[in-house]
């Protein structure tokens, strides 16, 4: 584990309940690629509402913590730090699987872009090895 929750913090402005992301596992030699998790528990918040009789974890938190993970990232970079990262789009976001309480999620984001200030990264999010979502973020430092 590279980074732990309260390093996390000192990176990101993210508090609980909206802190999505619990470790960071790896960066790439490149600072392109990073990897990192989320536990989810039964005790989250969300759940109270999504949905009382069957725990799912909604699809746009997902897409939350996957983009919390890339700014970890970009914010983590020296030209970068003491900055905010704020969400500038999805594309193609598809979700295969249900997330459920008890679930490890992984977090894998990758830069492949940069353009006219916005950063495009093409994300996963997996449980067990199988694909739970899928599809382009973008991101922009402020």
Not at 125 to 136: D, H, M, R, T, Y
């Given at each position: 584990?590279?980074?732990?929750?309260?390093?996390?913090?000192?990176?990101?402005?993210?508090?609980?309940?909206?802190?999505?992301v619990d470790t960071i596992e790896s960066i790439s030699e490149d600072k392109t690629c990073i990897t990192g998790t989320k536990c989810v528990s039964a005790n989250e918040m969300f759940f109270m509402g999504h949905f009382p009789q069957k725990h799912v974890m909604p699809g746009v938190l997902i897409v939350e913590a996957l983009a919390q993970t890339g700014c970890v990232l970009l914010l983590s970079r020296e030209e970068n730090k003491g900055?905010?990262?704020y969400f500038a789009g999805i594309n193609k976001m598809r979700f295969k699987t249900q997330v459920v309480p008890g679930d490890i999620l992984t977090l894998k984001v990758t830069f492949t872009k940069q353009r006219a200030g916005i950063y495009f990264a093409d994300a996963e999010?997996?449980?067990?090895?199988?694909?739970?979502?899928?599809?382009?973020i973008m991101c922009a430092i402020g």
């Open positions: 584990m590279l980074y732990n929750s309260n390093q996390i913090q000192e990176i990101i402005p993210h508090r609980y309940p909206m802190l999505l900055k905010i990262g999010a997996s449980v067990n090895g199988k694909i739970a979502a899928s599809g382009e």
